[in-house]
């Protein structure tokens, strides 16, 4: 059984999105991330830059003590290899996987995230970020475009690249991205939204999520660490 330290956001969505796939049994462990759970000492123990997902796999691959991990990445590779699943073993579909895994990490992702926090979050509004960072979420989006011009999914089979990929697609109109104009992206994208574990890992999310409700100033200073105003 795996725990699953999770709240739904996109980072969470990727390990749902494979524990629902792979039918491994997992128990969600709420993280609300707006009331600032995630500072919790217990949390911190598993997860100690206070960020979610984190998993604790009690029943490990040869035994032993539980193995406890985070960061999104790190878990979808490490479920990878322990169920077998979404992730070649040949090193060449293996690494083709692996580094759109990373592009998803170091670009798709961080800069996704900052387009919706200039253009949702901030309280002030800054037109050079909101353009920086529309602008560069279209360049990845192009990128994802090419290369699903040329595979059906981001490695050739579903893999781990595109269940990290995909929850940061979600929000695509609230980014400022028309998916039309991105017609190999929008085939992806449909595709993976019409799986049963997709439908599956997003139900469980909205079962457990704050949905619309504005946040609080508190709320926001958690999350974004900005100051009290006293």
């Given at each position: 059984m795996i725990d699953l330290h999770f709240w739904p956001t996109p980072n969470g969505h990727k390990v749902t999105?494979?524990?629902?796939?792979?039918?491994?049994?997992y128990t969600i462990v709420p993280v609300d991330i707006a009331n600032g759970e995630q500072f919790r000492p217990e949390f911190l123990a598993i997860?100690?830059?206070?960020?979610?997902?984190?998993?604790?796999?009690?029943?490990?691959?040869?035994?032993?003590?539980?193995?406890?991990?985070?960061?999104?990445?790190?878990?979808?590779?490490?479920?990878?290899?322990?169920?077998?699943?979404?992730?070649?073993?040949?090193?060449?579909?293996?690494?083709?996987?692996?580094?759109?895994?990373?592009?998803?990490?170091?670009?798709?992702?961080?800069?996704?995230?900052?387009?919706?926090?200039f253009n949702v979050y901030a309280p002030e509004k800054l037109p050079y970020a909101q353009d920086r960072y529309r602008r560069e979420t279209a360049r990845l989006y192009g990128v994802l475009d090419k290369q699903l011009g040329a595979h059906e999914y981001l490695a050739g089979d579903?893999?781990?690249?595109?269940?990290?990929?995909?929850?940061?697609?979600?929000?695509?109109?609230?980014?400022?991205?028309?998916?039309?104009?991105?017609?190999?992206?929008?085939?992806?994208?449909?595709?993976?939204?019409a799986r049963p574990a997709t439908k599956a890992a997003y139900d469980k999310g909205e079962a457990i999520g704050r949905g619309e409700t504005p946040m609080t100033d508190e709320q926001r200073r958690i999350l974004f660490g900005t100051p009290r105003a006293d």
């Open positions: 999105l494979f524990l629902e796939e792979a039918a491994v049994p997860s100690p830059n206070n960020r979610m997902p984190a998993i604790v796999d009690h029943e490990p691959a040869g035994g032993g003590e539980p193995i406890a991990l985070f960061e999104s990445g790190a878990i979808l590779l490490y479920l990878a290899e322990k169920t077998g699943r979404f992730l070649s073993a040949d090193p060449r579909g293996r690494y083709d996987a692996i580094q759109w895994l990373m592009w998803q990490m170091g670009g798709l992702g961080p800069m996704s995230g900052q387009n919706f926090h579903y893999s781990i690249a595109d269940m990290a990929s995909y929850p940061w697609l979600v929000p695509h109109e609230k980014l400022g991205q028309d998916l039309n104009d991105f017609p190999n992206v929008k085939r992806w994208f449909d595709a993976i939204a």
